[in-house]
């Protein structure tokens, strides 16, 4: 007959016990468990007790779903700059210009916007005329037709 040898198997078990920060239900019920198999038989454990910790910890759960609903919705609704700023695809968009080598005002240019990107988290307005600008400089939107319609 082949025995085993219980040092082997002991040496692979853990020696310490890592505690949990956390309670969830399942180590709230084994909890419980323990409670009513080592409770004293005179004196049994309050079934009223019991009934109110399990509902404690089940509010307890529910809400902290919500919350991480909650949190899922938020992040999920938070819109890149491109989503948010391309709506302005063909829009005319007026903006303070400024010499790129001196720094200086050119005063208000208008071009067309025929393109969105990002920049590290920013919206840039990528124009007809090959400018680029962010999106908060724009100092006024309008539509190409009101640009046609004043010609005439």
Avoid: C
């Avoid at 019920?29 to 409770?39: E, R, V």
């Avoid at 529910?62 to 819109?79: F, R």
């Amino acid at each position: 007959m082949n025995t085993i040898d219980p040092s082997l198997y002991l040496s692979n078990q853990k020696t310490t016990r890592e505690p949990s920060p956390t309670l969830d239900k399942d180590g709230f019920l084994k909890i419980l468990m323990t409670q009513m198999q080592n409770q004293d038989p005179t004196q049994p454990m309050d079934s009223q007790a019991m009934i109110e910790q399990m509902t404690s910890l089940t509010s307890l759960e529910q809400m902290m779903n919500i919350s991480s609903s909650i949190d899922n919705l938020v992040q999920s609704q938070l819109i890149s700059p491109v989503i948010q700023y391309s709506h302005m695809i063909g829009k005319e968009v007026t903006y303070q210009a400024f010499d790129p080598d001196t720094g200086e005002s050119l005063g208000e240019k208008t071009s067309a916007v025929v393109a969105v990107s990002q920049k590290e988290g920013w919206a840039i307005l990528e124009l007809e005329n090959g400018e680029k600008i962010y999106a908060d400089a724009a100092l006024k939107v309008s539509t190409s037709d009101a640009k046609e319609d004043a010609a005439e």
